[in-house]
């Protein structure tokens, strides 16, 4: 007798699969760039400030997008506009690669940040087709990604880069596009539509719904779409905490090199790219292995707090125990396991918190904090490493991370309830 496969379950599986592989390679396309930029922008002429500028150019970009795509993808479905940004990130990594001028490489940076706020797009499929109860477990699926992509990227950059000196930049930026066009070419043959309301369509209905959305009294709806949303307290929370998470994470990531540098005197490179791929294979072991396994049976709200606390602790071990390199280990350690315990748990109350039809705009919302938390924390934290004599300033992201803490505990107390009824059976 032949075996009915469950069309739902076939949907699942392959919506998570390619959700996961889109994230996956932009990561790892982002990752590459790391170690070469900032040197390609001083041979372009730039300053120093000029070259880590590059990291914020991007954010922007995703800080303009994110909120809108994830907006889109409820009105015009998600595998559009998630083929729509591969697309365009295929051209920004062909800008960048072909970029003589520093100018043009920003541009380009700018075009890839655009890119990349699909993040809220592929959560958004995500809470698709997983059941309230299973989301925290499947949005983990995401920060499993980010690991990969965040221990792979720098390392294969690197390596690239050191056998094409001369020419890393445009060698390295064709490998990430020949990556995304291949992230393409799988997202048209296996990536479903999740959102079943644009299951099916056609141009012509897709042109009207397009001329439906830019109309003045949707653009009103937008603005009544994100009172909705803003009016609701324990989101706002959730956005607060989705903020400082990020803040604090990408602020130490900004400042890390100089603080292994000064507080450890890990000076070279080799010793530096094995730091950053650390942080990321601890995270896709503890996302992949941990997180999914403890967020059903604890809850979001637990999971975050502990995380929270991880972040808060690490951000003490680090500078406080320096140079003591079991330290040093301890505190990067704790650095991915709190990231990876807070960042699903934040994503899954996003889109558990939203009303319905509106998961796509909430995440986006969230992302969009998120990304302008990308902008302001490393100018922030540098600055503060700057003038606090340098890895002490990490005592002020510990605070940060605290305070986080105890707003998660106070301020979603009463939540719990909430969430409990979406998956009660009456």
Known sequence: MTEVKDPIEKLRKGALLSVFITIFLDLVGFGMLIPIL?????????????????????????????????????????KKILIGTIFVSIIAQFMTGFAPTYPLLVIARFVAGLASGNIAVAQACISDITSPKERGKSMALIGIAFGLGFALGPALGAAISAFSEGHSLFVVSMVAAGLNIFNLILALRRLPETHQRFA????????????GELSESNLGTWWQDAKRLLSDRAFCIVLLLAFLQVFGFVGVESVLALALSDAY?????KQQYFAFMYIGI???????????????????????????????TA?????????????????LTLVAAGSAFASPALSSLSSRLAPEGLQGFALGFSQ?????????GPITFGVLYQSLHGPRSLYLTAAIMMVGLVIAMI????????????????
Not at 368 to 376: D, E, M, N, P
């Open 411 to 426: 301020g979603l107390r009463g939540v719990k309830l909430r969430l409990a009824a979406q998956v009660s059976p009456g």
């Open 368 to 376: 969009t904090l998120g990304s302008l938390a990308r902008i302001v």
């Open 200 to 211: 099916k369509g056609t141009i012509l209905e897709l042109v009207n719904r397009i001329k």
């Open 265 to 269: 005197a890990l000076t070279t490179s």
């Open 282 to 312: 601890m995270l896709l072991f503890i996302n992949g292995g941990i997180t999914r396994r403890l967020i059903g049976p604890l809850g979001e709200i637990r999971i975050l707090t502990i995380g929270q606390f991880l972040l808060g």
């Open 315 to 331: 951000m003490l071990i680090l500078p406080f125990f320096a140079p003591n390199k079991a330290m040093l280990w301890t505190s």
């Open 38 to 78: 900032p040197l390609i922008a001083r041979d372009f002429g730039a300053s120093d400030a000029q070259a880590t500028a590059l990291a914020s150019i991007y954010s922007i970009g995703t800080l303009l997008a994110v909120g809108i795509l994830g907006r889109w993808s409820d009105v015009f479905g998600r």
